[in-house]
Antibody
């Protein structure tokens, strides 16, 4: 069974940093692209970016809305995906999901950016 | 960015009836490989979105055959036949032809 479990969310002040983690299990982690998507309460999801699989060199792509502030990385020895978020803004407040190839999503981690 | 525009449903939908959800993209999602780069998701209340349809018309494993996707390069329809209680939620279309991937605003389905 595919499982994705996000952690690391919480409250952070504007301008601060936070790192989210996603623990993956039930599939061969290195075979898959891994995505981060966020969803503000009551709004549509927003794709943030992905990191490619082993066959494609683990390269990354980002949405312009977060490029330069957010960094996606993976630890293939631990089957972990990460989202490092810097210079956080109030508008980054959302539930953050990791997703395997967009076909399996975690339950989400809540991030609130507020003073 | 490619803009995805979704239509509304005449809610609530009577149980057992069919429902069609529309989605329009600002650019053709039909690529030269013959595939249409469109996904459909359902987000049930309190849950994360889950993938129903990919490549515009292919059902994800385990998804009921009551769900079907169709369309052209820019106009798409998700049809739900014999609507049931478990179909209640918000449906999203999403393009994955170009970066950034973009979602529609969502279409809510309520049951009568």
């Amino acid at each position: 069974e595919v499982k994705l479990l996000e952690s690391g969310g919480g409250l952070v002040q504007p301008g601060g940093s936070m790192r989210l983690s996603c623990a993956a299990s039930g599939f061969t982690f290195t075979d898959f692209y891994m995505n981060w998507i966020r969803q503000p309460a009551g709004k549509a999801p927003e794709w943030l970016g992905f990191i490619r699989n082993k066959a494609n060199g683990y390269t990354t792509e980002y949405s312009p809305s977060v490029k330069g502030r957010f960094t996606i990385s993976r630890d293939n020895t631990q089957n972990m995906l990460y989202l490092q978020m810097n210079i956080l803004r109030v508008e980054d407040t959302a539930t953050y999901y990791c997703a395997r190839d967009m076909d399996a999503w975690g339950q989400g981690a809540s991030v609130t950016v507020s003073s | 960015d490619i803009v995805m525009t979704q239509g509304a449903l005449p809610n609530p939908v009577p149980s057992g009836e069919s429902a069609s959800i529309t989605c329009q993209s600002s650019k053709s999602l039909l690529y030269s490989d013959g595939k249409t780069y469109l996904n459909w998701y359902l987000q049930r209340p309190g849950q994360s979105p889950h993938l129903l349809i990919y490549w515009m018309s292919a059902r994800t494993s385990g998804v009921s055959d009551r769900f079907s996707g169709s369309g052209s390069g820019t106009d798409f329809t998700l049809r739900i036949s014999r609507v049931e209680a478990e179909d209640v939620g918000v449906y999203y279309c999403q393009q994955f032809l170009e970066f950034p991937y973009t979602f529609g605003a969502g279409t809510k389905l309520e049951l009568k």
